[in-house]
């Protein structure tokens, strides 16, 4: 009887292990179909930074999405900063803060300050100048203003023949 729970035991082991090996294997298999389904949380090929120096506030910063805002450290640098998870007024508020250890901004550790919440920083990137701007021009589509269509108005009162 004790050699049958062992046995038992054992095989039961080895099917857990293999479920789990399998499950992780199937999950690495599901990964590269999944990867342009959400292009929002896909960050184009920037240089990642641990932390950025900034001395007191933000010289200026633009917001992206609900997760991404361009912040500038100076009128010279900037860095796409991504928070952990989404901040859904950050396009309507005026003013944000930065948590900073002395004169440094760290991913993983400070935090954006919207309206009284912390938002901690997940990861950083260093942006040139011309990558910022490209960044902040654009415009979603919905946000950009129809032209109204121009028809010339029909006259009535002319006399067909």
Do not use: C
């Amino acid at each position: 009887m004790a050699n049958a729970n062992k046995l038992i035991s054992v095989a039961a082991a080895a099917l857990l292990t293999l479920g789990v090996v399998g499950a992780s294997n199937e999950a690495a298999a599901r990964a590269p179909s999944n990867e342009g389904a959400d292009s929002a949380d896909q960050i184009p090929a920037y240089e990642q930074v641990d932390s950025f120096e900034m001395w007191n506030h933000p010289y200026s910063w633009s917001p992206i999405d609900d997760r991404t805002v361009v912040i500038w450290p100076t009128p010279f640098e900037a860095y796409l900063v991504r928070i952990a998870y989404p901040a859904h007024d950050m396009r309507y508020v005026q003013h944000i803060g930065v948590t900073q250890s002395t004169s440094r901004v760290y991913a993983k550790f400070d935090a954006l300050q919207i309206r009284g919440f912390r938002y901690p920083i997940d990861s950083m990137y260093k942006l040139s100048r011309e990558e910022a701007r490209s960044l902040t021009s654009r415009k979603p589509a919905a946000a950009q203003p129809k032209t109204p269509a121009v028809s010339e108005p029909k006259d009535e009162a002319a006399p067909s023949d």
